[in-house]
């Protein structure tokens, strides 16, 4: 089974008279808050500052985004 | 009534002259789906919806004022220092012959702000599925300007405004779990 991963991809129609070059391979985010339901009790948490870096105290919650530019120079997923 | 904390809620850093970014950023002042929006869309709510959800749109409301001055205090340091000739480069020339450098409720296309952006249907499962469908348009607004933006710094600041998006259309998904009260007693956290 694939790994499981926030990011989805998905091969759109690609034509041959696409004026610019075809992006073949589209992406979009999938949050972890679709997949949690009520958060259950007693989940894993950062410790407090990790957590005002992150946005939230809860591990399963933070998902990083990082931009187009960042990714280029090996940020991110 | 309100407590102000004479501080952000996370640290604004500004690395790069960049007013071409402060143009994006006013999409999150005075967009559809930016923070004044929210905060105004969420505090409204609340008489109208069940007390065991009250307290939830009074906090997540709350918060977005808070977002609203991060955004503010961005968009102020990116342009407070920029010429009138940065500015028309950046395509915000329309922008300094309305109101100089002062910062307006607009969108990044300067369209002006409207109460249309927001509803009150008095439904509650209509209105939290509004502000569940607000949250995730807010978390993908950042994730555009993010893509948009050269100053590792302010995506440093609007990654943190992105997750907590992420949180809020969770507390938002289980405020729908506690109306529909079809599970047993569950605890907030
Ligand atoms: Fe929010």
New binding site residues.
């Given amino acids: 089974m694939a790994k499981f991963t926030l990011r989805k991809q998905y091969r759109p129609y690609v034509s041959p008279f696409d004026p610019c070059p075809s992006i073949r391979v589209k992406t979009y985010v999938t949050p972890p808050n679709l997949y949690v339901g009520f958060q259950p009790e007693k989940l894993p948490q950062f410790n407090a500052k990790q957590a005002l870096f992150a946005g939230t105290l809860w591990k399963v919650f933070y998902d990083p985004y990082y931009g187009s530019e960042e990714k280029e120079k090996g940020g991110g997923q | 009534m309100w407590v102000y904390e004479k501080k952000l809620q996370y640290p604004v850093k500004v690395s790069k002259c960049n007013p071409m970014l402060a143009k994006f950023l006013i999409e999150q002042y005075g967009g559809a789906d930016g923070e004044l929006a929210?905060a105004l869309r969420y505090l409204n709510q609340r008489y109208t919806i069940p007390d065991k959800v009250v307290g939830l749109l009074t906090d997540?409301g709350t918060?977005?004022f808070a977002?609203l001055e991060m955004i503010a205090t961005m968009i102020y340091k990116l342009t407070k220092d920029a010429t009138p000739e940065q500015l028309k480069e950046a395509g915000i020339g329309e922008h300094y012959v309305n109101h100089d450098r002062a910062l307006f409720y607009t969108d990044a296309a300067g369209n002006p702000f409207t109460a249309t952006y927001i509803q009150a249907k008095g439904d509650p499962i209509a209105d939290l599925y509004e502000d569940i469908a607000a949250?995730e348009k807010?978390r993908a607004t950042y994730q555009w300007i993010i893509d948009q933006s050269d100053d590792p710094d302010i995506n440093d600041s609007l990654k943190f405004l992105r997750e907590?998006?992420i949180i809020?259309s969770q507390r938002f998904r289980e405020a729908v779990e506690i109306l529909k009260e079809d599970r047993d007693r569950k605890k907030i956290f």
């Fill in positions: 929210a997540i918060e977005e977002h949250e807010a907590r998006e809020h």
